[in-house]
């Protein structure tokens, strides 16, 4: 049994009972899961009669874990009673406790919170154009010529636009510092990969030629023992290759594409960008429509929802640099940062997230959306495409749960359509 109150903040307050024949059901089991943590002297450890170790330490030793055992049911029970969307673990506290009478007992437990719509059709939105203009062409052919660049060894002195190949070794007040040595170092000048001033010294010097290049560390340097110090490089030029380009013609098209002119190329580029600037710019639109319907919403966000989402985030950037075979510590440290300062950088982007997805949930709702047997199997077509799977790979194991994860994702896109057939194109930005 159980009686609900609600309290100031979405929280659900429950009194609950559990029956005097269940919490002797879990007595009991209590007792033969612990009896073993309390030796009574004259008997093997763990077969002390009951009622020995409670003479010994107390008649209610067994209470704490006893509640653990019985607790749960009861809650879950009132949970589905009361129709209730618990968004955390409840905080419990036992009112009264006895083998006469059963237990009685508090849960306390925050509530998704209730989404008060605002508009969400017809949200007026500026109109997208997007173009490939032949600049951007001739950066891409440009782009592609230089991934053609061949290098070639010459006896002179350096220039921009060279390719050397160099030792050196960085101090600091003469001592020698982690990461600033290094032999047959490759280097393109002008690329400016290394510190600012380092590379532009380098210009003029002559194969076996060795330098002292002096430099200042940026202020923004990931070492924090080396922002801002003066450094000395002792550099040896071993090697200077100079950089040789094709020229662009429709020869090298052929060897670089299944184009045969430059024109065609030119033409088949063109529709390549275009296709993905369409690609972003309607997703663009859908966030910008999805973030709009949330900020016309009224909601307020439990805080454990955006804690959940933090932890959620920060996690997915642990994997992704596990992948890269990177730390999170080491990261970190990389960065001058630590885990409570990135807890803090996405959590107003944890919060939008959160609110997207209420909000996303609220109409669905107030829309009655459902997803049809179509519309998963499309979800799942679409997942399996996506990340280069078949669709009979990813069916073979596929549970009930992951069903209701493509029912989510159909309902989620018919959402998205919906704001997105609705919406009202102006040639100005939209307020």
């Known amino acids: 049994m159980s009686a609900l109150e609600m309290k100031e903040g979405n929280i659900a307050k429950l009194t609950i009972t559990v029956d005097k024949d269940a919490f002797l059901k879990a007595l009991t089991e209590a007792y033969h899961k612990t009896a073993s943590r309390y030796p009574v002297p004259g008997f093997r450890k763990g077969k002390a009669p009951r009622k020995v170790i409670e003479a010994n330490y107390g008649a209610m030793v067994f209470y704490d874990e006893a509640f653990d055992l019985c607790w749960a049911e009861p809650y879950d029970a009132a949970i589905a009673e009361h129709n209730l969307t618990p968004v955390d673990r409840p905080s419990v506290e036992i009112t009264a406790i006895s083998e006469d009478k059963g237990i009685e007992y508090v849960a306390e437990v925050q509530l998704k919170p209730e989404v008060t719509l605002g508009q969400y059709k017809g949200i007026a939105v500026q109109k997208q154009a997007y173009t490939v203009t032949e600049e951007e062409l001739d950066a891409e052919l440009e782009a592609e010529r230089q991934k053609q660049v061949v290098y070639t060894d010459v006896d002179r002195a350096v220039e921009d636009g060279d390719r050397i190949i160099l030792d050196y070794c960085g101090k600091v007040d003469g001592v020698a510092f982690p990461g600033g040595t290094a032999e047959d170092q490759s280097l393109d000048i002008g690329s400016h990969t290394f510190i600012p001033g380092f590379e532009e010294q380098l210009v003029g010097m002559k194969p076996g030629e060795e330098k002292d290049i002096n430099v200042t ?7 924090e023992d080396l922002k801002g110090k003066a450094a000395v490089f002792t550099c040896k030029v071993k090697t200077v290759q100079q950089k040789e380009l094709p020229e662009i013609d429709d020869e090298f098209i052929k060897d670089i594409s299944e184009q045969d002119t430059v024109a065609e190329w030119k033409q088949a580029k063109r529709q390549e960008l275009m296709d993905i600037r369409e690609k ?42 596990a992948a890269s075979g990177l730390k999170m510590e080491d990261y970190f440290k990389y960065m001058g940062t630590d885990q409570e300062k990135m807890a803090a950088m996405y959590r107003p982007d944890a919060e939008q997230q959160v609110r997207v997805q209420l909000v996303v949930e609220a109409i669905k709702k107030a829309e009655n959306i459902t997803a049809s047997d179509e519309d998963i199997e499309k979800a799942i077509a679409s997942y399996a495409q996506n990340n280069g799977m078949t669709v009979e790979k990813l069916k073979e194991n596929l549970t009930d749960s992951d069903r209701e994860y493509f029912a989510d994702r159909a309902c989620a896109d018919k959402i998205v359509d919906l704001l997105v057939s609705t919406a009202v194109e102006t040639e100005e930005a939209a307020e």
Do not use: G, S, W
């Open 217 to 223: 560390f940026p202020e923004e340097y990931h070492a």
């Open 280 to 321: 972003q710019a309607k997703n663009a639109r859908e966030n910008e429509l999805l973030t709009k319907a949330a900020e016309n919403a009224q909601v307020d966000i439990p805080a454990c929802m955006i804690d959940r989402e933090v932890q959620y985030m920060m996690q997915n950037m642990a994997y992704q640099l």
